[in-house]
């Protein structure tokens, strides 16, 4: 396990508040930050490069100045499409560097020069991946660090099963590395380290925060749900994605029978998270992740929607008891 420099002795908990389209704003990466762990948004969250160098500042001088007990706020972190469809690649990667954005998490393409941009300043760069293959190549760009998305995951999620994943992956990394994926308590955390992770990357969680940008309804429905009704499926945005099943069937679409999308590879993704649901079957469809919402099987641990820090509060002692417990199985 490797802590990469700039995070170690930053972090209450070894959390990323993992980025969400239309879920993590401004507020939940500073409440994230100030309660102790890396908060995150995607840029794509903004309509444009202005607005992106916008919440960038908020957020610079929201973390400025330690908490009154003198406690520097946990770095924070940007989610960036390299993918030649995103049109704001240039310029979004000219506000994190004029920023110095210290965590940049690359989806979708590893680029060398991005990976380049980012340490000019000190920073780090993370790469998200579903498979070893991927991770190779990401390796091969020089990133920092690999997030590994397992299945059950909010958003666009892997298919493997994290033990597969992460065995895979260890055979072409042995950097620091993040698991995502149905993560929900304390516990998973100290799971997903004893499993040679070095974070754990938690988003549906974080979504029922009351700073998240998620309507009272979808708060409701992240409490409601069971990880059984989580519906992974192409059909809503291309990409496979885990879906809440109350909001595909109140959007007029039957959970069971969805239709097949007529385009699946990533190569013809034009946004990943766009708002307009890229399936071809209808134009007046639904619109995906604005009206069906994404979350993962981790709403199995959501009870109540909290503000951030009583969340992390929760994280630390649910960590903290699991670790005792298990020192004591373990006889130590
Ligand atoms: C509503 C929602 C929106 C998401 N949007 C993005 C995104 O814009 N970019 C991204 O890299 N991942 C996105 N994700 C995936 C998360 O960053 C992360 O991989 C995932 O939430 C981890 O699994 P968990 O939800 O089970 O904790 C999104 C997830 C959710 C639930």
């Known amino acids: 396990m490797t802590m990469p420099q700039q995070l170690q002795g930053r972090l209450r908990l070894p959390i990323i508040s993992a980025p969400m389209f239309l879920g993590s704003g401004v507020d ?15 840029a794509l969250n903004l309509r444009t490069t202005e607005d992106f160098d916008g919440w960038l500042t908020q957020i610079e001088t929201a973390l400025a100045e330690p908490d009154a007990s003198g406690r520097r706020p946990a770095p924070f972190g940007v989610n960036f499409i390299v993918h030649h469809t995103n049109k704001r690649i240039e310029a979004d990667l000219e506000q994190i560097v004029a920023h110095e954005v210290p965590l940049v998490i690359t989806s979708l393409g590893a680029a060398k020069e991005v990976v380049d941009a980012v ?15 991927h991770a190779a190549k990401a390796a091969a760009a020089g990133v920092d660090g690999l997030i590994l998305v397992s299945a059950g995951a909010g958003g666009h999620a892997g298919g493997l099963n994290p033990f597969a994943l992460i065995t895979e992956v260890r055979t072409v990394w042995d950097g620091p590395l993040v698991l995502g994926g149905a993560l929900s308590t304390g516990r998973d955390v100290l799971a997903a380290q004893a499993a040679g992770a070095d974070l754990a990357y938690m988003g549906t969680r974080f979504l029922a925060t009351s700073e998240s940008l998620v309507s009272q309804e979808y708060g409701d429905m992240l409490v409601g749900h069971s990880a059984e009704q989580i519906v992974y499926t192409p059909s809503i945005s291309t990409i496979p994605a885990n879906f809440l099943r109350e909001s595909i069937a109140a959007a007029g679409l ?21 708002e307009e649901p890229q399936s071809t079957t209808s134009t007046t469809a639904p ?32 960590y903290t008891q699991a670790k005792g417990e298990l020192l004591a199985v373990l006889g130590e």
């Open 254 to 274: 039957d959970p069971d029978h969805l239709p097949v999308p007529e385009r699946v590879d990533l190569g013809h993704v034009t946004n990943p998270h766009a």
């Open 287 to 318: 619109k995906a992740w604005k009206e069906i919402w994404s979350a993962g099987q981790s709403v199995a641990g959501i009870s109540s929607v909290v503000p951030v820090a009583e969340l992390v509060d929760q994280l630390e002692a649910e």
């Open 119 to 133: 340490h000019s300043y000190g920073g780090l760069v993370f790469h998200d991946v579903t498979n070893a293959k």
């Open 28 to 42: 939940l990466v500073v409440g994230a930050c100030r309660a102790g762990v890396v908060g995150t948004f995607p």
